[in-house]
Every structure is written in C-alpha cells, then in structure tokens.
C-alpha cells in the first residue's frame, strides 16, 4: 500500500520541501530537453535576471547550482575563502550546527558564537571579536537568516551596521534557506555577499536547486579562495556565462521550467506582498500558540519566524508522538524536534505556498492532535485566535479583484 | 491574469466538481492510445467488472458514457421507458427540478409530487398513488437520492417496501450523482432499476463520464421501450460488450485510467470507510453550522445530505455576497444557492477526495466570512464544534497503520 | 503488466484519437474548478469566439458539448430537424453509414446516395435529386467533409455551388470530424449550417467534446425542429450564453483549459500552415504508398485525404495482420480496416500534433512490417519517397526561425 | 514564442538528456513530501537495493545523491582518494578530458595516457605503467567507460585483467554515465571499486540525481580517504542509512518516484533485454552511417559505442550547421561535436527510452538535413540498411505477447 494514500489531500506543515503551486507541477510535467539547443540558454539567461529579484540585488551575480541547501552552503563558502580562514559562527540551533560541522571539515578555524536553543545570534559577542580583530583575521561572519530548527530569525540588518561600525572588510555570508523569498531580505542594501537558497523551501519547488549569489566583493574573492572546488566553482559558471551557453554540466530542464512558473508567481502576487502573507502565517500562529498555553521555543519576539514556529510541549508529553499522530490519523506532516530540541518540540511550517485556510485546518488539526495525547487544549481556541486576526488581515486576491 | 492563480491552494467546496486525488491527476497525464489496440478492451473490461462494486450489484450492467449526469439521466429514462409513460418524480430541488424538466421534454406524463424546498420526497403520496394505480399505468418511479440543491437525502429503501407493498411493477430509476460513492446505495438490495452517477461527483474525477446502471428488469424494458436514442442507446453498447471491443464510439483514455485509480483508491479505503467518511465530514459540518446559530436548509434530521449542506442565512443577508467573498478573499469556492433558494443559502459540498483538516479549514475560512458580511459569529465556535466530534471519530488512515 | 509498457515511446497512427502535445497534456494536469465560478465563464467565453476561427466563422454560434462526434452528430440533426423529415446522405464509408443510421433511427426519411468503397459522395445524384424536388422536400443534406474509414474527402465547395443552382434551402450538415482543424474547411464562405468535429482528433485533445457550430439558419431552424432533444438541446446553451453562466450542466474544466493550450498551438502555427502541414503529410504517405507498389483505397486523386491514407493489401495478405504486428512487435498503433474494406485495407492516420520525422518513422515501420507478413516490398523506398518530398517542401519552424 | 512550440513531437537524439517515458513522467508529477516522514524512508531503502542490480553488484554500496554526473566523479574520488594520490585516467575526448581536469583540480597526480580521438583508452599503456609500479604508488585507474564525445567504448574487463595479472591493488574507479543501463556493464564481476552514473542518461530520467556504487574495498578507502568533502561525503550518508532515515539532507521526492518507476520499467524489459536493445540501436545507426558513405568518428569496432554514434562529416561541412538545421527545420535534436571535434563531427544518443521507429524518424531526418547542406545522401540509404538489420532483429514487446 502506497503511504501517501489516504483520503484527502495531505497537510505538508514541515519547513521545507514545502507546497509546490499547481502551475509549477504543470511547468515541470515535461519530457527532457537538450540544454545545447537554444530554448534552455535562452531560458537560463531570463532567470539569472529575475532570480537576482528574489535576493533583492541588482549588483549579485546568482548560480542556480543542482544540488541542496548544503551543497549551496558548500559553494558559498569555497568559492570565498580559503583552508585556515578565520569565520564568525553562530551555533543557534540544529541547522547553524550543521554549517559549522561544514565549514570546520572545509579546513576553516571556525570562531563559534553560541546562545541557548531559541536564542537568536549573540551579535554583541561578535561585535567584541570584530572590535578586538584589528588585523583582519576574521575572514568571514557566516549567520543563517532563519534557524529552520527553532523558528528564530536573526537581524542581517544590525550584523551589516556592526560590521560597517568597526569598518571590518570581512565577508557576510548568509544562509537564506528558509527565509529568502518568505522573509524580509536585502542583498545589496545590507551588503551580503553571499546569500543562497534551496528551490525546496519559499521558492515552492521540489528539491535539487541551490540558489547561490554573490556580491562582486565575492566574485573578487573567488579568484584568490584556495579552497578545493570542482563542482561547487563559479568560475566554470561564469566561464559558460560568459560563452552564453550558461551551463558547465546538465541542469534540471524541469526545474528551470518550473522556477520560472514559481517567479510568476511570486512577481504575480508581489514579491512584498509574499512577505506579508509570511508575516500574517506567522503571527497567526503564534497566536494560536499562545491560545493553546503553550511557550515558542523561540525565547523573544524579535527573533520570531515568519516561516517556521516551533512549538515547546509540556514535559510529560513526546513531542514525538504528536508528529506521529497527525500522519497517521489527520493526513498531516508536521516537523520534529531535533537534536537539543528532540522530543521536546513540534514544529510547524508556514512557509511557500500557502494561505489562510489551509492554516487554520492545520492548526485545528493540532489542536485535536494536543487533545489526542492528552494536552489540555480547549478545541478552537487556537483557530479562533488566529482567525480573529487573519479576518482583520487577509487581503483580497489580486488576481480576482 | 490567471483567476486562479493566488497564494496556497483553492479550497473547492462546491457540491461538485470535486477535488481529484494525486494519484487519478498522475493517472491520467497521458497521451492518447488506440481504443481499438487491445490495452482500451482489457482495461474496460476490468472497470466494468470493478464499477459494480460501487452501485452495490452483482446482476446490474453498467454503462460509462462519454457524458454528464444530465446524458446519464437521459439515458436511464429513453432507455426504459416510451413517450406517454407514466412517471411518479418528486420535485422537491433543482436537481429534481431539472429531471422533472427533462422527463416532460421527453415526452413522459409526469406525475410531479412537490414538497417544499428542504423536505424530502413524500412518500406517502407516492405510496397513495401506487394503491390507486391497480392498472400499473406508472411505469416508473424516478427519484434523486440526493437533492444537491438542498441538501436533502431521500429514503430508497423505503420506496422499495411501499413499491413491493403494492407489489407494483414500475420501475425504480434513480438519480445518484451526489449519492453513489459517498452515501449508502445498495442497488440489488433495494431493488434498483437504473442507478446512475457522474465522474466528478463522489469518484473525484473530472467531468466526462456518466456512469448507468441497469438491472436486468432495465435491459428487458430496453428490449421495448420506444423512447428515440442513438447516443445513449445501451444496445449499441451491448454489441460491443458482446464483440469484446466495448466501444460503439470513442471513450475518453484520460478518464479510463483515472476511473482505474479513482477504484484503486476507493477500494484500498474500502467503500464503507469511505461512507463513513462521507458520513462524518455531514456531520461535522452540521455541527458547525448549529453552533453558529444558523438553519439548516434541510428540514429533518431523517434527510440530512452527507454530501453537501444548504445552510441558511439570516434575511438581510444575500448568501451570494458569501460565496463571492469565499472566492475572492479565501480562495475558496463554496455552492450558489439555487431558484427558490437563490440569495437565502450557501453550500458546503463535502463529498468525494477529503479529509477532516481540509474541512476544518473550510469551516474557519466560513466563520470568518460571515464576520467579513455582518453576521455576529463567534470566531472558532463552529471549528469547535466540529472538531470534538471528529477528534472523537476519525480513524487512523488505513495506509499508515 | 501494463500494456502500454515498451521501450520507447508508442506510435499513434489511427485516425483518432490522436498525439496530444505537451502543452496541452500539460494545461489539463490539473484539479477540478467551480464552474460557476467566474474562472471558467470568463475562459469559456474566450473559447467560443477562438473556436469559431477553426471553423471559419464569423456569423456560427458554436456549442462545446461533452460528448463524442456520435453525440455531436445527434446534436447537429436533432436541433434543425424534425422527425419525418427527408434527408440526403452519401453512403461511401463506415462513418457515413454509422451516420445514416444514427438519421435513421432518428426518424428522418433518409434517402441514400451510395458510391463504392474508396470513391467520393455522388454529387451528380445529388443534384438530379435536388433539381427534381421543386417542393423543397428535402430539408438537409448531410456529408462526411472527410470519410474516415477509406481516407474520402469530399468536395463540399461543390456542394453549396449545386444547392446553389437549384437555390435549394435545403440545410447544408457536415461531418468534420477528421477534417476541421487539419482539412481546407470554409463554414461561411460555403454556406455551411451545421459543422461539427470532436475534440480528439485534428484538434489534438482527449476524446469528450464535440463541437458543433451553427449558422444563424441552423438556429432559426431550431427554434421549429420538433425533433426530441435534451441533453444535446442548443437552446439550454443559449439560455446559459445569455445568462453568461455558459453551461447547462457541468463541462469538463481539463477540457477547457486543455483547448484553450490546444487552439493557442494552432493560432501560433497559424491555421493556414497546419492545413498545408497536413497535406504534406497526406501527400507523403501517398508518395511511400505508391512506392511500396500498393493501392490507395481511394480511387481518384481529388478525393485522396490529407488525414488519413487508407492502404490496400493485395488479395493473400490480411490487414488485420499488419495492425497487430505494428503494435506486438513495433510498438505502433495503424488503423484497422472496417466492415467492408475489413482485411483489405490497414489505415494510416496522418492528422494533429504530428511532424515529418514522426511520419517517416511510421512508413520505416510499415515497410519492415509489410515484409513482416511476406510483402515484397524494398525497405526504405517509402521512405525514399516521403522524403524525397518532404525535404523539399517542410517549413521552418516559426518558433525557432 | 515557445522554442520548444512546434508541430508534432521533438525528437531528442542527445546523448543524455534522454526522452522520459510517460510512465515516469507521470511518477513525477506530484507535491513534495516530508522526507522524515515514513513513506520517503521506506521508498528510498527498497530503491537502495534495486539499484545495485543495474550495476551488477551484491555488495556495493549505492549512494544516490542530488547532484548530476561531474558530481559523482567527485564524489567517487574525494571518498577514496586523498590529496598528491596517482591516478591513472585516459584521455580520450570531452568528457574524459574534463574528469582528468578535475582530478587535478582536487590535488591527484594524474598520470594522462592519450588516445587520439575515436580511440579507446590504450589499456597497453596502463598495463606497462602498472608493471613498473612495483611500489604501488598508483592509487586509482580512471576510466570513463563510454566517452560520450566520440563514441566510444571501453573494454572494463580487459582494465580488470590487467589489474590481476600485475595483481595491482589499485582502485578501479569508472564514470559509466553514458553507459550503465545501457551498455553491458557487470562491477562485481569486473571487480570496478567505484561505478557512477547520472539520472539523465540511461536511467531515462530529468538530470539532478548522480548515482554513485561503491565497493567493500572503495569504502574501506573511504574511511582513510584525505580528500575534503562535505557534501559528497558518503560518510553522511552511511550514518544516515544506519539510522534508517537515509538523508543527510533533503532528496528530491519526484525524482525517487521516478527512479521507482523507471526501474520497474528496466526491470520489466529485462535489464539484458535493454542492453540487447542499445545493441541493436548501435548496430543500425553505424549501419546507416555507412550506407549513407560517411565515417564514425570511432576508430575500431571493438570500441563502437552502442550508445552514441560520433559521425564524421566531410570537411566542407561544418557538423554544427547540420545539429542547427535539425533543430530549426525538423524538430530534432542532435548532438553537437565537442572540443578538437567541433565542427567535424554530430552525434547522434540512442540511448535510454527509444525504440526502433524512433531511431528510423531520427535517421530519416539525418538524411534529409544531409541532404540539405549539401552532401549528395541518397534519401532512404540509411534507413534501409538500418531497416533490413531491424526488421530481423527486433523482438516482440513482452507487454503485448
């Protein structure tokens, strides 16, 4: 029997592989092309341009790179520094562990900022190191945008001001996996150098694209990073950019397709008023949350998620046993807790596309799961606090106006 | 631009067409095939043998004929019956309405038994008038399971008992468009002549295909009745039945193969988990739709529709304003009230590919609509509802056990 | 195991259904929509003014109907006549035939014009008939613009000259089943009244639309036709065109959208060039025909039809054979023979979403499959002739010029 | 304007990407899924162990990563090499170049042994340079079993022979993207450490999973290997595969589906059947390629590729003129020449999904492009003596048997 059969459609909550829109699956139902012939440079020239949209840059030079979020952290950082680098870490939650995992086995000396699971970046601290860093050792500050683990977002703005405070040239490096294309971000105003994204998450795609894109500050420092590259290198990149047939080894005829329904999508609706629907998924339910007496993990509103909130349960109840429960019984994915956080969180993502009904069926799906397990919620009172807020917020379709 | 493109999922809760699984959508993303090749015979073949299962027969002989429920009924009533005969039809909606219509275009002598809008069929006057037909001048008894219109659910076993209670022969044609599939229908049990449905209904196709069945009383009356058809003429089916090839014209390839998964699906659920399915989403609804302070438009319990609700709404409001609203805030499409009802109700269709979150979702997205039109809902008290039956109720999903 | 299975992809030569291109696949992979809902009026009012174009019309009124070309047919005979009536029919083929019959059945007094199998509509009869009833008895001419079963293409500009000379009001039918959208067809220009094709032919769909167009006689007719009708009733349209709510019942939205991709292809061929397509296509095949040394069952070159080729076998040979090999062995679909020609001829169907290289692989197919069965033929001679043509005559492909 | 609009199907005859069956275009066309969740697990450990059987192996270890084929070679490398190691690779064309390019790259001491292009890999030469490496400092043969470029073919069981005979414990790494699923390809018994190839290829999928086969011995080598890796580090994937959950990071959900699909078609033709069918698609376009007087780029028999056909034509034409009027005029695809045999040579890929007619429409276009620029073809030469080899050899469909 085939698991994804049940009635119904499936609730896909987890932060990432997200929803892919109906005319995106449509764009990518399609036989193999040659990506020699003219149809897919020309096609790959159109997205280079409006994929720099999405990072807000008109300065970047992007890679739309066949691989993973990781991968795409790969890239960002061999093509910028080089083995015994000295980089700016922050260890926030299970993806931020990750990229430093990375960028320790890369050969970097990796200075590690650490805050408890929930916190947000300690930017003071990096601020001290920056100020006591008169030589410039600090190579690079390599911050997630969004710890996808425990629904916080860090402030890119304030690392830009921190950085320019101590006229400090290192490179900013960010990993905008679940926040591009859902949060508030801005390549060139805030001065990234290098910020990627995977076609899994606000993007709406299936996996295999790592979006990768870099400052001309970066693009100078890859022709000097010694770090050993092959498949990750933007030169072989930029060497068939340059030719005009885009393209070092074969890419996903599908996925090229298929972003380009996805920017149509997004530039349809609005790239900011994509964001702002994040926001209200966000808040929305946030206060559901909070109508349910249960704590975010995330430990202050400054740092709340747009994209993801993960939910603390009490300590008698596995966190666990409610991800279980809304697959097996409600037709729902929702994601776990992991690592620090195993067990002890469930998370919810509300990220891609996505709307008002379809989260407020989530949340009254958790709200029976809760009761299922033996939490004490009072059924509705989650979506009626969502709601009251949604129906003050939701804005008229555009397309149906 | 594309109305239906917005942000997330449209939430189709309209009486039909309904939403279609992954699986019947993958199905039937294909290319065209000779139905004279030996895959179309075969394939047929296996459907026509499958589809009994769901009219609950073992003698009938089905029909899927490239058309809507409005051929399918043509195709019951021209092939049983002769201009001039007699017809017991219960007028109690629009779809009954509209049957009445087609009936008296074809020359039939109706006899129309109304009720109001909300009632169900009075059987008691069919009853009065079988007792006084002792020269069985009726030659058939036409009624629609379900009045899609109105939400009401007519009692088919109950005109069995009173048509074997005066042993009368008309025949028993019946309307199951919004029924078969999704509410209990036992065709041979019930003593059922002609049973009829339509692909978008409760099997989640597309539109295209009316299913008919007949009983072996049917075939025989086919074998006299003067009614003209070619089109919907079942001998020129029965040719091809006999010839192996089972085609007298072209079918819809797309839809055979979607027919094939939609059984798959249905059959791996098993028939009566799904009509308990069905049974629970009218419920949950009903609930909902009490707990806000609103009518049913169904009048007894005894008829309350599984497959869809008419909910009433107060006079100064027009019930279209709603379903506007659904669609252009909500992406949502919710059912129009009809003729007598037009204005005064709104639909919910909650049958065929679906599931409890999806209906949550569409009774948050109705809470916040009559709060957008004026009407004093308490937000999340019609979710509330719903959910402490179906938290009760829902099973776990067969695949994931 | 799925009979479809094969290596590579499976070659569709049977005059319908037809290859259904990419685009349109891909526009139909999609869920179900309200059709009240103002998506799909909006669509369909924008397809039945494109779809008059096909038919080049400007004063028809077209009617998208979910049937077949069987039901499209009912619907073109039951709108604009009344029983009794008298008909004149050309009896040259299979789908002729099915076609008197279907007249027949109706209860029109169908006087029958036949010409052996392989030859054209007796027009010279036709004309003596016309000149001799002064009373104007004969209320419609009915013709097959293409007969599918021998690849016969009448001449209907000849038609509407001979009504003309007699000034005969006589309703002027056309089947344009496998010819509209492939064959020179000029509903206006040749004072067409009814025109009718279905969707899984020249137009490339799935089968389960026949469109029907009628001229402003055919609708004035209609409004006295005593002929019984419901389902298949043109005024239920009107009524709906005139609400703008399009649709008595429900229509397939796959379809829809599926046209709407459909007609955009041909537009952007330019309708013109897809006619010229297919007489290149016809001629072609003709040319390997003649090459192999067999007989066209058509017997006069003005009849010879761009659409389908109807091939000879000689006396020892089965047909039958030929179509089953071409599918156990080569993966490919011909046409039988039917009825009269059955055994004798195989048919190659050369219309829709097909090109040069798809051809001439077809007629690589057809000489290894003639030698196969023990005809003589020499491999590559067909296809020596075909392409001796064709190189000297295909187009570029305007999209990529 | 659409490139890829046209009339009828485009012929892709690129070597890699290669045509998708429908079935697994369908397969694909579906949302993502949560790939913590049960269902994506599962799927991925019975794809685990059905894709050893297409690299004949028992006790590899498969590792199927999202990346595309220059990828796996550096995975294959990086996990059994470290930096300064000796390699041995053969310079043959392209793609053969560009692996020893990357070697180099990541820090191997590679040891180039030259062809001329349309030679195979001189195995003579490898055997002299393993007889003086008495001190076992070559750590790995390099061989790219079918270079795409020029079509050729390595013979691996020759590499393994010489291997033993010096006893050399060198580690047998092979690119084998043009050629695993295609070509005969056996690891176990050959004794090939590493195995890779790319989904695009003979696999018949879209581009964007490079599958990876690594030996006992190569995983032992993996665990001392020096090479930084991340990304590609099987090591991730090893603790995930012990975990049961398979993912270090995400996978894309369609292309497992498709991979599932599109072996279940492998392995219902018969993995041998499907090598016998490349065999004989090799066979009948070297065979039109003479018959037409022209020359295959490759040099000797025993290295025709049953894959690719490199074709060489005569020096007044230029290869690319022809690849560029098969794509304009004739909706085909052909593969351009690469590097030193740019403009010297077109290729002709048939491999993957693709049948004889197929092969024939390709060849028939070939001619009539020929023909075009200027070289006197006789039309129809080509086709006929690919004809008079496949009309023999072609075996029934074991679906319609």
Not at 170 to 186: E, M, P, Q, T, W
Not at 211 to 234: G, H, M
Not at 264 to 291: P, Q, W, Y
Request: charged letters at 20%; a neutral charge.
């Amino acid at each position: 029997m085939d698991y994804m059969n049940g009635p119904g459609r499936h609730h896909l909550f987890v932060p990432g592989p997200v929803n892919i829109p109906e005319p995106v699956i449509r764009a990518m139902n399609r036989n193999n092309e040659d990506y020699r012939a003219p149809a897919i440079p020309a096609l790959t020239k159109s997205l280079l341009e409006d994929v720099k949209k999405i990072f807000k840059t008109t300065t970047g030079t992007p890679f739309m790179i066949p691989t993973t979020g990781t991968g795409a952290w790969e890239s960002a950082l061999t093509n910028t520094l080089s083995p015994g680098d000295r980089t700016i870490s922050f260890l926030i939650g299970q993806f931020s562990l990750l990229w430093i995992d990375q960028q320790k086995r890369l050969g970097f000396d990796v200075d590690v900022i650490e805050s408890e699971w929930g916190y947000g970046a300690n930017l003071e601290a990096m601020a001290s190191k920056l100020a006591a860093d008169t030589a410039h050792k600090i190579k690079a500050i390599c911050i997630v945008h969004n710890e996808t683990a425990t629904g916080v977002t860090n402030n890119l703005a304030t690392v830009r001001k921190i950085l320019d405070h101590y006229n400090h040239p290192a490179l900013f490096l960010v990993d905008g996996v679940s926040s591009i294309c859902a949060l508030d971000f801005r390549m060139d105003e805030w001065g990234v150098d290098v910020a990627l994204t995977g076609s899994q998450k606000a993007l709406s795609l299936p996996t295999g694209m790592g979006i990768v894109c870099a400052s001309p500050k970066a693009l100078e420092a890859s022709k000097t990073a010694k770090s050993v590259r092959v498949f990750f290198d933007w030169n072989d990149y930029l060497k068939f950019y340059k030719a005009g047939s885009y393209w070092p080894y074969t890419p996903s005829i599908q996925l090229l397709y298929g972003l380009k329904a996805a920017l149509e999508l997004i530039f349809e609706e609005g790239l900011d008023n994509v964001i702002a629907r994040h926001s209200r998924m966000g808040k929305a339910t946030r206060l559901a949350v909070e109508a349910w007496g249960l704590k975010n993990c995330t430990q202050k509103e400054e740092w709340f998620s747009d994209t993801v909130t993960a939910v603390v349960v009490p300590p008698h109840i596995n966190s666990n046993q409610i991800v279980k429960r809304a697959w097996e019984r409600y037709n729902m994915s929702l994601g776990l807790g992991l690592n620090k956080v195993a067990g002890k969180v469930f998370r919810i993502g509300h990220l891609g596309h996505l709307n008002e009904l379809q989260l407020l069926g989530c949340l009254a799906g958790v709200e029976m799961i809760l009761k299922d397990v033996g939490y004490p919620v009072k059924l509705g009172s989650g979506v009626a606090a969502a709601a009251a807020y949604l129906q003050n917020s939701t804005p008229m379709i555009p397309s149906r106006i």
